[in-house]
Each structure stands twice: as C-alpha cells, then as structure tokens.
C-alpha cells in the first residue's frame, strides 16, 4: 500500500472484510481509529494488522468479551499496543478456526463475478446470522438495536439490485399519496380562505353602509336641531295685508 492512509471501503477490501465488521469491532472494542478532515474514519498500516490479527483471533475461536475484559476499555491502535494489553497472550496453542464462516462467505462473494441475486441474499443473510450469533454469545445486545445499527450500511452494497429498488418503489407511491393529501388539503384551505374573503367583503360592506346610514341620520337629527334653534320663540310675520287686516 502507498498510501498513509486508507478509506473505509480501501481498508474492507484489503482486509477481506465488510466495512460493517471493521465499525462493529470499533465500537465494540473501543479501538482508537482517526478521522479525516470531513469526520469519515481512515485506517492506517498499523490499524490493519492490528484488526486482522482480532479477526485471526475470532477466527481461531477467542470470543469477543475476552478480548474485550483484556483491553479494558484501553484504546488500541496498533500491535505494539495489543501486545501491552495481553490480548496477543490469548492465541491458542492449536489454532483451530472455528468461527471463519464469514470469512469464507466474504471470499466467496469477492471470488464470483457471475453470483445470482438470491445467492447474494442468501449469503448476506448466513453472514448476518452468524455475527449475530457470536455477538449474543459474547454481549448482551439488543438484537433490533444491533440489526439496525450494524447491518444497515452493509444493506445497499450487498442486496443493491434487489432491495433498493424496492424501497424505491414503497418510498415513490409514499411521497404520492402524501403529496396527493397535501394537494387536496390546499384545495379545501384555497376553498375556504376564497368564503372567508367573500364573506369579510360583505361584513365590510355592510359596516360601510351602516356607518354611512348612521352618519346620514345624525346630518338630519342636527339639521333639524339647527331649524328649531333659529326658529325658536320669533313672531310669524304675515306678509298679506289683507290677511292681516282679517286679523285685527
């Protein structure tokens, strides 16, 4: 390798491993690996041998905890620091691979350009099941909480031709139900602000009216309140000299 530093999907393919496994044995182990720039995990020469030699150590029939009660809880990056640790004191004298299952399904997969769909899924599903097993032998782990925080990346690359498509598929007729719901919601909201506006005209044209009808009667009430005041108490005054004379 020429590189200092390698990818996730890099350091899977060197090692013969799913990416899931290098994240798993991570968290589970708290194995000190660095961060790039943008926060993705890199692997160094050092961080390789020292995650192969666990998965040798797995392979060889060494659980899980006993390495882990061995690190306790020290963050390893390398051999150097495995080796302080104990953990190198663990391998066996007959090293009899017991638990390679994994392993040999990933070699498989790698091997054969032309596998079917279903064999993929079939193989997919043998890896899981063994990780799962060995997991619950070794750490009490909720098994949906693992399913879904451990196989979940893994799901797309391995099951891609199959499973995405249909996600896609239940995803697509989802948003068009939703954006169907929305759309018809907007039309009875349109509907409804459309009444509202019609109906606040009309309440606002008949406050003008009824303002105006006020004003108009308060203009007479005031005419006649002025008429009566210069009117008020003076003599009529008869014009008709004729009619005056009747008068008198």
């Keep these: 390798m020429s590189k200092e530093t390698l990818t996730v999907k890099e350091a899977s393919n060197y090692l013969n491993m799913h990416s899931y496994v290098l994240r798993y044995y991570e968290k589970e182990l708290n194995l000190n690996i660095l961060r790039n720039s943008q926060g993705h995990r890199v692997y160094t020469v050092e961080n390789l041998e020292m995650i192969k030699f666990i998965q040798q150590l797995r392979d060889s029939g060494i659980e899980l905890r006993a390495i882990k009660n061995t690190l306790q809880d020290l963050a390893c990056s390398d051999m150097k620091m495995l080796e302080e640790a104990g953990v190198t004191a663990l391998v066996p004298d007959n090293i009899i691979p017991l638990n390679n299952l994994i392993k040999n399904l990933e070699n498989q997969e790698k091997s054969s350009v032309d596998v079917q769909s279903e064999e993929k899924k ?8 063994t990780t799962i097993h060995e997991t619950l032998k070794d750490e009490t782990l909720d098994l949906a909480g693992f399913i879904k925080n451990q196989v979940r990346i893994e799901i797309e690359n391995v099951v891609h031709t199959d499973i995405i498509p249909a996600m896609d598929k ?18 009875k909201t349109n509907d409804y602000y459309r009444q509202l506006d019609v109906r606040i005209r009309e309440m606002q044209r008949n406050q003008i ?11 007479d009430k ?18 008709n000299q004729s009619l005056k004379a009747q008068i008198n």
């Design 122 to 129: 079939e193989a997919f599903m043998d890896i899981i099941q």
């Design 170 to 187: 239940i995803i697509t007729r989802e948003m068009s139900e939703v954006k169907t719901m929305i759309n018809d919601s907007t039309e």
């Design 209 to 219: 009216k009824s303002i105006e009808q006020e004003e108009q009667v308060r203009k």
């Design 222 to 239: 005031a005419n006649k309140s002025i008429f009566k005041r210069l009117f008020k108490d003076k003599p009529v005054k008869v014009k």
